[in-house]
């Protein structure tokens, strides 16, 4: 999923700064922590969202910062993205923190629509979180 977003931002010559080298260690370390889900369709996994709880992050405390979201090429815009920010946020309530917290790249559209579609602040485009409190 993430290859292909990179493929996709290089064909309109775009590049993701924040995007990581895609290797077992970054999937295990937030699949060791809770806060991080997958969905699936059928058995078959067509979306991931990786997050963590961290207590203190720019000056505010108990923040989930999320890391990655993706959803497979074919599964997209039918609410799954939706879905795991959701998940997210339920467990974050549950968990009694304070702030959903992410970075985004100005050209993405579709990331941007999706925070928004859930109640994010999109404040400059490249930050973008959502009170809890
Ligand atoms: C960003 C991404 C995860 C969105 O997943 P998704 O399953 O398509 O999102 P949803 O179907 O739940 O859509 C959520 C909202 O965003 C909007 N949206 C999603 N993709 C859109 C697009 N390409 N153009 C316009 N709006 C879009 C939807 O209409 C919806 O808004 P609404 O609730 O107001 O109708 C998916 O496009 C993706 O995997 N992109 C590649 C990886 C990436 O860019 N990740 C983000 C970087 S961290």
Redesign the pocket.
């Known amino acids: 999923?993430?290859e292909?977003?990179r493929r996709?931002l290089e064909k309109s010559g775009g590049k993701?700064e924040?995007?990581p080298n895609i290797e077992p260690k970054y999937f295990k370390h937030y699949v060791a922590k809770e806060g991080s889900f997958i969905?699936e369709t059928d058995g078959m996994t067509v979306?991931f969202i990786l997050t963590k709880a961290v207590p203190y992050m720019h000056g505010e405390e108990r923040v989930v910062w999320?890391?990655?979201?993706?959803?497979?090429?074919g599964?997209?815009?039918?609410?799954?993205?939706?879905?795991?920010?959701d998940a997210v946020e339920d467990w974050a309530r549950r968990k009694k923190m304070r702030m959903l917290y992410?970075?985004?790249?100005t050209n993405?559209?579709?990331?941007k629509?999706?925070l928004?579609?859930?109640g994010f602040e999109v404040r400059d485009w490249r930050k973008a979180s959502k009170n809890l409190t």
Not at 75 to 85: D, N, S, T, W
Not at 102 to 105: A, G, I, R, V
Not at 108 to 111: G, K, L, R, T
């Open positions: 999923m993430l292909e977003y996709e993701d924040s995007l969905a979306g999320m890391e990655q979201v993706a959803v497979l090429g599964f997209r815009k039918e609410g799954v993205g939706g879905k795991l920010l992410t970075t985004l790249n993405n559209e579709p990331s629509r999706l928004m579609s859930r």
